[in-house]
């Protein structure tokens, strides 16, 4: 049997459901926590959902003291190779027309809260590198950092809609173009050279260093010694 109790709160909730809603009021869809001390998240009547704040100035605004609290966090189960929890971050121009040359289609942004600013510290953003069709849809990746003495970020690297990888670079033409040195400082064990090797560049620092490259020596894979003068 069911106890009063249990029905009166039944018929609170089903009486704050049925309020008619007032224009300009901050009417508020709230679930308490276990002790009814504080509101664990509120949905408003503009439609932005708080986990952990009854104020969201966002569409979903999480907040909490614990590393668990503030997270978002997807489940798949199932057998599909395809499984797996997602995000989609889509873009649409007014009237639903597809992205134009330059849209950001989304971005992920990691820093701090100062007051009512937010302060980045580093991201990946998402562009359109051309106007999209219903048959091609070119993008490239970026990822952002934030230098010491300023508050915005700036791009560090670049993965093209060709697959081309340009670090210090904007327009990469190769897999790999680095604006700047490159290091090569191998302390592990070195690899054996095999077919699956071939094209691999060590270094072995000593007094006189040592560079090598794994190739194919006659048809078979051997490590070689750039000779140093």
Not at 6 to 32: D, E, F, H
Not at 121 to 147: N, Q
Request: aromatic fraction near 6%; hydrophobic fraction near 40%; include cysteine.
């Amino acid at each position: 049997m069911r106890s009063s109790k249990s029905i009166m709160t039944g018929v609170a909730v089903l009486a704050a459901l049925a309020l008619p809603m007032v224009a300009g009021a901050a009417n508020k869809l709230v679930v308490r926590n276990a002790d009814d001390s504080a509101d664990a998240a509120v949905l408003t009547d503009s439609g932005r959902l708080g986990v952990g704040t009854n104020a969201p100035t966002t569409a979903i605004q999480m907040e909490g003291n614990a590393t668990t609290l503030p997270q978002f966090r997807g489940r798949y189960v199932g057998t599909s190779q395809n499984g797996g929890a997602g995000f989609y971050g889509m873009h649409n121009n007014n009237g639903g027309a597809l992205p134009s040359y330059l849209d950001r289609l989304g971005y992920f942004w990691f820093g701090s809260q100062s007051g009512s600013s937010y302060l980045v510290g580093s991201g990946l953003t998402t562009r359109a590198s051309e106007a999209w069709t219903a048959t091609s849809s070119p993008a490239y990746l970026t990822f952002d950092t934030t230098p010491s003495g300023a508050v915005f970020t700036t791009e560090r690297m670049r993965i093209t809609s060709s697959g081309n990888v340009g670090i210090g670079v904007t327009a990469p033409s190769q897999k790999l173009e680095v604006n700047g040195g490159v290091r090569l400082a191998t302390v592990t064990a070195k690899p054996s050279c095999i077919s699956a090797n071939r094209g691999t560049l060590w270094v072995t620092l000593g007094t006189t260093d040592k560079i090598e490259i794994c190739a194919n020596v006659s048809g078979t894979p051997a490590w070689k010694t750039i000779t140093l003068q």
